[in-house]
């Protein structure tokens, strides 16, 4: 029997496309050279469908990211078949607005309203992701600005840097700071330590919107 995307199970759909693209670009140079940007780029339309199917019921998000998906394919077309420079700054910046987008409206559903229930929370990790991939690709505009603004990395096609910048942008989200990756420019420092700070109040915001939901759900009841 098919499963239909309802209310009660978007976000279990979106997380798990979240999880493959991550899982996705991590292989990325396992991938021949001919098939990388093709394999990653692939991901990246397969994940945009799902966040837009998933989040169908949000119609004034809807037409906006939509919009935004026509013309990230054609950036990607142009790419490919065209020297246009700078295109890839404007993919970067699509992906990005388009995951602020999603970002958007998932906090809307999920944060401090109605009941919590288990697409809720899954819905919170799926915040979590989208936070880390927006830094991550923050990060790539600025080495693909400034070249020398990261240790640790070398400039390249974003799409061979995309994983090494999700693992540097999770690592910073949570805290971590494992060391093998590191700002040296101010402007990137800054980006950094912005990261970390919103990491922290990330994880306040979600408890203190779980647990206000739980008390009125208890109340309610």
């Given at each position: 029997m098919q499963r239909k995307i309802t209310k009660q199970n978007n976000f279990y759909y979106m997380t798990a496309a979240l999880v493959v693209l991550l899982l996705s670009a991590s292989l990325v140079k396992s991938v021949a050279d001919g098939m990388l940007e093709t394999f990653l780029e692939g991901t990246i339309a397969a994940t945009f469908?799902?966040?837009v199917v998933s989040l169908g019921i949000d119609k004034s998000w809807k037409?906006?990211?939509q919009a935004l998906i026509v013309i990230w394919l054609i950036a990607a077309v142009l790419k490919r078949y065209t020297d246009i420079a700078h295109i890839d700054l404007l993919m970067l910046g699509l992906m990005f607005a388009f995951f602020w987008g999603t970002f958007s409206s998932i906090a809307r559903q999920i944060l401090f309203s109605g009941s919590v229930n288990g697409n809720k929370i899954v819905g919170s990790i799926a915040l979590f992701?989208?936070?880390g991939l927006m830094w991550a690709l923050v990060y790539l505009l600025i080495l693909a600005l400034s070249p020398n603004a990261f240790s640790g990395i070398e400039q390249s096609a974003w799409g061979q840097n995309f994983s090494?910048?999700?693992?540097?942008?999770?690592?910073?989200l949570t805290t971590l700071g494992y060391g093998d990756i590191s700002p040296n420019t101010p402007f990137a420092q800054v980006a950094v330590y912005m990261e970390a700070i919103a990491g922290v109040f990330y994880m306040a915001i979600v408890v203190a919107s779980l647990v206000s939901a739980g008390l009125a759900q208890k109340e309610t009841q």
């Amino acid at each position: 029997m098919q499963r239909k995307i309802t209310k009660q199970n978007n976000f279990y759909y979106m997380t798990a496309a979240l999880v493959v693209l991550l899982l996705s670009a991590s292989l990325v140079k396992s991938v021949a050279d001919g098939m990388l940007e093709t394999f990653l780029e692939g991901t990246i339309a397969a994940t945009f469908l799902v966040c837009v199917v998933s989040l169908g019921i949000d119609k004034s998000w809807k037409r906006f990211m939509q919009a935004l998906i026509v013309i990230w394919l054609i950036a990607a077309v142009l790419k490919r078949y065209t020297d246009i420079a700078h295109i890839d700054l404007l993919m970067l910046g699509l992906m990005f607005a388009f995951f602020w987008g999603t970002f958007s409206s998932i906090a809307r559903q999920i944060l401090f309203s109605g009941s919590v229930n288990g697409n809720k929370i899954v819905g919170s990790i799926a915040l979590f992701l989208l936070l880390g991939l927006m830094w991550a690709l923050v990060y790539l505009l600025i080495l693909a600005l400034s070249p020398n603004a990261f240790s640790g990395i070398e400039q390249s096609a974003w799409g061979q840097n995309f994983s090494q910048m999700a693992y540097f942008s999770f690592v910073t989200l949570t805290t971590l700071g494992y060391g093998d990756i590191s700002p040296n420019t101010p402007f990137a420092q800054v980006a950094v330590y912005m990261e970390a700070i919103a990491g922290v109040f990330y994880m306040a915001i979600v408890v203190a919107s779980l647990v206000s939901a739980g008390l009125a759900q208890k109340e309610t009841q």
